[in-house]
């Protein structure tokens, strides 16, 4: 057996085609969707997504407004540019790019976000909201994951599936969306001992742990799904995940390649989301 790929980029490119379609529909009705990019400081893997995430917004149509700060910007200057945000009618997302220099409390920075902004899913709000299955935005990460098993029509019902990780980011929430589509979740980290254990009962795994190799054949039940969300660089310097690719691939029967498997997602679940404050509030003013 060899797995069949999921493509995150091909889904990808055919979601935001769908987001820009409801885009226009949106800008006929007098609302451009708006999302605002804060970047403090220069980290170079930062300036990279957040490039990548205004050019996304402008090919979808998005008004996109992106504040560039310098790493001494302090945490009160900040929160208060994060105030303004809140009340700029044209924002209906707002994303501070992680990580923040160490004199700033990312959580705190993240909790000052108007929760019917906060299109990366990161307020307490938004996590409770997934919690109780409440209305509200989801990380878009995990959002990305469950799309990609959409897209190859995968009923979760049932199946055991295997969270490898168990960040605010993507394990927890992870481990949230599949319990709400019936699936039974076990979640695994760095305390779990026996991880292969777990992992060969799996119908569904997502490794999520920033680690490379965290997942080898042998670990994998034939025909299991396997979803790799760590973006890690081998011996050679180039991009891999978190699973043994060339090994995972003969025994599962769909894995999502690294790079260009869960990647290309993410920034296509923020747009969905922005997206749909944008329609939020097209309803509430029609």
């Not at 894995?255 to 329609?279: C, D, H, W, Y």
């Amino acid at each position: 057996m060899t797995a069949r790929l999921i493509d995150g980029i091909a889904l990808s490119q055919q979601l935001r085609k769908q987001v820009a379609a409801r885009a226009q529909a949106l800008r006929q009705r007098g609302v451009q969707p708006g999302l605002a990019v804060i970047l403090v400081g220069d980290n170079p893997a930062s300036q990279v997504y957040v490039r990548n995430k205004v050019k996304a917004c402008e090919e979808a149509g998005f008004h996109s407004l992106l504040e560039r700060y310098d790493a001494s910007l302090s945490q009160p200057a900040l929160l208060e540019h994060i105030a303004r945000l809140n009340l700029d009618e044209r924002i209906h997302g707002i994303l501070v790019q992680l990580p923040l220099p160490d004199h700033i409390d990312a959580q705190r920075v993240i909790e000052a976000i108007s929760p019917e902004k906060d299109v990366d899913g990161f307020h307490i709000a938004s996590a409770g909201a997934l919690m109780t299955g409440l209305p509200g935005f989801w990380p878009c990460t995990p959002y990305g994951c469950l799309k990609m098993l959409d897209s190859i029509g995968y009923d979760l019902k049932g199946k055991h599936a295997v969270v490898i990780g168990r960040s605010n980011i993507v394990g927890k929430p992870m481990a949230l969306m599949l319990l709400q589509r019936n699936a039974t979740v076990t979640v695994c980290h760095s305390g779990t001992q026996n991880l292969a254990h777990f992992t060969r009962q799996a119908d569904v795994i997502v490794a999520a742990v920033g680690r490379r190799n965290v997942l080898t054949a042998d670990m994998v039940k034939p025909g299991a799904v396997v979803l790799d969300v760590g973006m890690n660089r081998n011996d050679e310097g180039k991009l891999c995940g978190d699973v043994d690719f060339e090994g995972v691939r003969q025994v599962a029967s769909y894995i999502t390649p690294v790079p260009g498997g869960v990647g290309p997602m993410t920034i296509t679940m923020l747009l969905i989301n922005t997206l749909e404050s944008a329609e939020r509030v097209a309803n509430l003013s029609s």
